[in-house]
Structures are given as C-alpha cells and as structure tokens.
C-alpha cells in the first residue's frame, strides 16, 4: 500500500462535499448514528471543539437522506454566521441595549422568528407541500420580507421585533387548535404563530436547517451571550414541537462549540445539552494509543483497516537523546484529537513520503514538524479570536516563543507576558485558562509526572497555580527546549 495514494479527507466539510459528496458520504465513520437520531427529533444541537466535524455531521445527515429518500425529496438550508458576518451585523456586536435581561422574551421571539420563516421559505418551495399552495401563507412571506423581519441580519430582526409596529394577518391553521380572538398580530407573536404553521404542514419530503458558524462569532459580550443562549433555547422548544406532533417533515441542526456552549449560561443547558445534544467527542489521553476513534475516522476516510494505517508506519520513532516513541502515540501527540488536526497530519507525511516506499522516521518527524508549523500553531492562534482582547491574539506567537522551557511554571508564564507586553491586557489566569480550553498547554502534575490536557471537552480542569507542559506540537513548531 502506497500512502501517498490514500485519501484522507479535507481540512473543511464544505470542500469536501463540494468536490465529491459521494466520496464523502461513503468515507464519513457515523460513530453517533446521526441520521437517525435527527430522523427521530431526539438530537438537534451538534457539540465539539472546533475541527471536531459538527459542520460534516450537517451535510452527512442531508446526503445520507438524499441517498435514501431520493434527490429531490430533501430540502436544505445552510445559515453561516461566519458567512453572514461578513456582510451583516455580527452577533457579537449585539448590545445591552438590544439585548436586555429583563425582556429576554423579545430575543427568544426574533429567534422563532428567525428560524421559522427560513423554514417556511423552505416549505413553500416544495411543489408537493400544502404551505406552497395557500395564497395566504404567500401573502403572509411577503409582507414579512417588506418589512425587514424575514432578513439573513438575525440583529436588524430583533430590532423589529422590539419596535412592534406592524400587524400581520395570519391564516388560522397558524393559530393553536384553529381557535383565535384576532387574525391579526404584531411581531412578537409572528414566530410562534410561523412554527404552528410548519409543524401542520403536510407535504411527503424532509426540509432540513443547518445554524453553523457559532465558532467565531464570539466576544466578551454579556448581550451575544444571552442571545446565543436564547438561540439554543429556542431551537431545543421548537424540536419539542415538532416532537409532540410527531412531524416527520422539518429538522433543525445547530452546530456549536464545546467551550463557546459552556459560556451561554441559561437554566435548562445542562439538560438541554445532555438530553439533546450529540457531543463529538474522538478520544483523548487514552492508556493504549492505538485505541482512540481517530484512528477508526482515519482509516473510514481512506477505505483501509485501522491495522493498515499502523503498517505503512515505522513501530516506533527516535525523538532524540537516545529515546524512542511509541509512533501512535508520536503522531496523536502532535494533535488535539480532532479529525482536522488527524487529517492534516497525515496529508502533510504523505507530502514528505515517497511514492511505493515504506514511510522512514525522518518523513514522519518532517511531515509532523510542517504541520505544527503550517496548521496547528496558525489554528490556536485564530481561534483566540474574540475569546481574548486582540493585543493578545497578535502577541501569541510570540508569547510562546518567550517560554523558557516545555514545563514551565505561573512566574515563567508572567515574565513571557511581559516580554511580549501582554502585561495590564490579561490576567495571567485568563490566559492560562484559554491556553488550556485549546489544547496549548496543559496542567502538570510534578510528583507524578503526569499531563492532562483539556482538548476543549466539555468539563474544565485547569490549574490555575501551575505548573504546565506546552503542547508537544508547538514546542516542535517554535524550537521550544524540552528542559
């Protein structure tokens, strides 16, 4: 077998689909038998560090069901925050004034909103559904784009909400049971009235909407915490609607990151996250490094046994002083257990291997030391974006590069931030803390010579007195010594 003709996947879902959906959909490894448990209304909300697969997760769901129920029986539609941000208001920029405690109904309303009439557009598009049909339904689409509230802009949405100024008429199956004392009402009940509409709408196809683009759109900003809250909220009522009423018609997905999810703090998230969420998670710090789903995703990608993908490998690699490493552990040490970090690695051996030759140490150790270089360390460094003031996104780099050693302790951590003059922009627990949700450094424990990296799981260990270990893959990346 000849690794440099393996196929092992794309850094983004979207390329990948793009240039060959069935090879995608015949190469994804569906571990969380995703299909079925959105088929099903028991998962909605898709949680992983980013490069995890969350946004795969909502194109295998829609090819798998296109490949079974047929091309034209599945509609769906894609709402990129990180699209949308460039040409409309980002989410972060949301202000208290907009987004006030106090009437968090009026959030949850632009939501419903929001969500319901792109799965109304969705329905009235589909020639076999009843909505399609109905001139009042059309008519009701109209009116709502005229006046601002059907916008890709989620902001300008609840700016329309809160103002309340119009009235729409509303057809009566939008009403609970057909019962009503008015068909008309203003925009803060449109987005209930809009979700009654699609949960009785008869049509034999499915109509799918995917929310991503969760990953970036972050800040530190009390109003966009509350407003995401409110979004995972909303969707997790709405899947409960359409659960009751056992509608096997409208789906919704929404993609979001472990750590940014820790952070919209509403009452119900651990339930919600628990009891719906689907958490993508590959495996990490295991005993026997040959055992984490990596290695199962690897070789999915590549069409082989697991087996094959450790026999094109040298057993063990040299690191050094007479020391060698086990080469599993070798490799998945030089990532954060994520399918991208997984298929960059490989694609970048694969670039320093020979074509019909055994992959040799120094291959493996270049094509290691170019992905540490050319992704892992760019990856850490634009994920800090929006988590941490922007001073520090810039300084990163070169913060890392001022650590004295692999380990290091709180004081030597302190004297890098002042060398690359973060001092007054972060506390040193903040970054610390940070540092340890991406996967960057993790907490050492001295006596017994053990690391624990976080990865970006779900539930947060970092020890805020030190000392850590850097990631074995930035310390390759930067020259940083191992003693």
Known sequence: MDITRLYFGRSAAEREVGSNPERFLQTYLDHWNLASEITDHEKFLILGP?????????????????????????????????????????????????????????????WKLFIGIRLLDSLISDPACSL??????LQLVTELRAAGLASDDYPQVLRRVRERRATFKIPIAAFDQGSKDSDTIGPVQLGDAIINLITQAE???????AIDGLDKAIGENDAYWRTLAALIRVG???????????????????????????????????K???????????????????????????????????EQIFALLPDRISTGHHYSSDMPKYLLNFTRYTPRDMTELFRSIQRHANTHRRVTSDQ????????????????????????????VTRKLEQLINALPSVTFTKDDLVQAMTESDMTGR??????????????????????????????????????SRGPWKLHTGLAYALNIPFS
Not at 132 to 137: I, N
Not at 203 to 209: A, C, D, G, I, M
Not at 373 to 389: A, C, D, M, T, Y
Request: one cysteine or more; a neutral charge; aromatic letters at 10%.
């Open 426 to 463: 972060i506390s040193v627990g903040d970054l610390g803390e940070y540092l340890f949700l991406q996967g960057a450094i993790g907490n050492y424990r001295l006596n017994q010579g053990y690391v624990q990296f976080y990865h970006r799981r779900n539930t947060a260990g970092f020890d």
């Open 272 to 306: 919600v996250a628990a009891d719906s969420g689907i958490h993508m998670e590959w495996g990490a710090e295991l005993q026997d490094s040959r055992q984490p789903l990596l290695w199962d995703y690897l070789a999915a990608k590549a069409q082989v046994d697991r």
């Open 132 to 137: 399609g049909h109905d001139s009042q339904v």
């Open 203 to 209: 049509t034999p196809n499915r109509h799918l909407l």
């Open 364 to 391: 493996v150790r270049a094509g290691a030391d170019s992905f540490a270089r050319n992704h892992l360390l760019h990856e850490i460094i634009s994920e800090s974006v929006g988590l941490v003031p922007e001073i």
């Open 236 to 270: 997790d009522s709405i899947c409960r609607r359409l659960l009751l009423r056992n509608n096997r018609n409208v789906y919704l997905m929404i993609m979001c990151r472990s750590d940014v999810f820790r952070r919209a703090n509403f009452t119900d998230a651990p």
């Open 50 to 110: 980013k490069g995890a697969g969350k946004s795969a997760a909502a194109y295998f769901v829609e090819l798998s069901w296109k490949r079974r129920l047929g091309e034209s029986s599945v509609f769906s539609t894609s709402v990129d925050f990180d699209e949308l941000n460039r040409s409309q208001s980002p989410l972060a920029a949301i202000d208290k004034k907009l987004v006030a405690g106090e009437v968090s109904f009026l959030t949850d309303s632009a």
